[in-house]
């Protein structure tokens, strides 16, 4: 049966982290399609420095390129609706009827997971796979995933690489050069289009 790695997050921008996640995920458990899917995020929630959808989508593409079987989907960014993970995995087991589905995610998400709308619907349509994104936290995450549903949730026991879109934009903000945290077409990409700069002149 095919296996599908569904990466939902904001992107702003998508970074080494992100990518470590996927490939640490792709060596233990191994599946056939990633399919990245960058969050709409309505207007009246947008922080100053979210970038718009089109340009989150483009630098996925970029760093998608890299990587093996690996796709982005617009998905999330065209529907009208709130981008709840529920429906987009109704939505994407529609899609793929054959197919199984496995949410990937950072320690952040699986830890706060309880609180996703509808969350224990979601465990029904996708296994979990989780990757801590500080040390230490596997002791933590071990607990999490066996209270909220044994057997569904993977914890991958790789070593973390901490890195955050926050953290990207902040150096960018300051002046600082984050081309060491990104793939070198994303730096590229936000370079040329001078995004997360304060002073756009
Ligand atoms: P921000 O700093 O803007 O909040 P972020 O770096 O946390 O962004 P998101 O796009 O919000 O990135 O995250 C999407 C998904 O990727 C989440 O499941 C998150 O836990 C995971 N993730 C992000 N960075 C890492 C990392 N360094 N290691 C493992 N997982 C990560």
Redesign the pocket.
């Known amino acids: 049966m095919e296996q599908i790695a569904i990466?939902?997050?904001?992107?702003?921008p998508?970074?080494?982290?992100?990518l470590?996640?996927a490939a640490k995920v792709q060596a233990a458990l191994g599946f056939d399609r990633l399919l990245f899917i960058p969050?709409r995020i309505p207007p009246h929630k947008a922080a100053e420095d979210l970038a718009p959808g089109a340009a989150r989508l483009e630098m996925l593409q970029l760093a998608a390129a890299e990587i093996p079987n690996a796709q982005v989907s617009d998905i999330e960014l065209k529907s009208k609706g709130k981008s709840y993970t529920i429906y987009t995995l109704e939505k994407l087991a529609v899609l793929f009827p054959k197919s199984q589905l496995t949410l990937?995610?950072?320690?952040?998400?699986l830890l706060t997971f309880d609180q996703w709308f509808r969350w224990r619907d979601i465990l029904k349509l996708a296994a979990l796979a989780v990757?801590?994104?500080e040390a230490d936290e596997l002791p933590a995450l071990r607990r999490k995933a066996a209270a909220l549903a044994p057997g569904r949730v993977t914890v991958i026991p790789a070593e973390?690489?901490?890195?955050?879109?926050?953290?990207i934009?902040r150096m960018i903000q300051g002046g600082g050069d984050p081309s060491a945290l990104l793939p070198p077409s994303v730096a590229d990409y936000i370079a040329a289009n001078k995004l997360y700069k304060k002073d756009k002149q």
């Open positions: 990466y939902g997050g904001t992107f702003n998508v970074h080494l982290g992100h470590h996640l969050a990937l995610m950072g320690s952040d998400m990757l801590a994104r973390p690489l901490p890195v955050s879109s926050t953290q934009r």
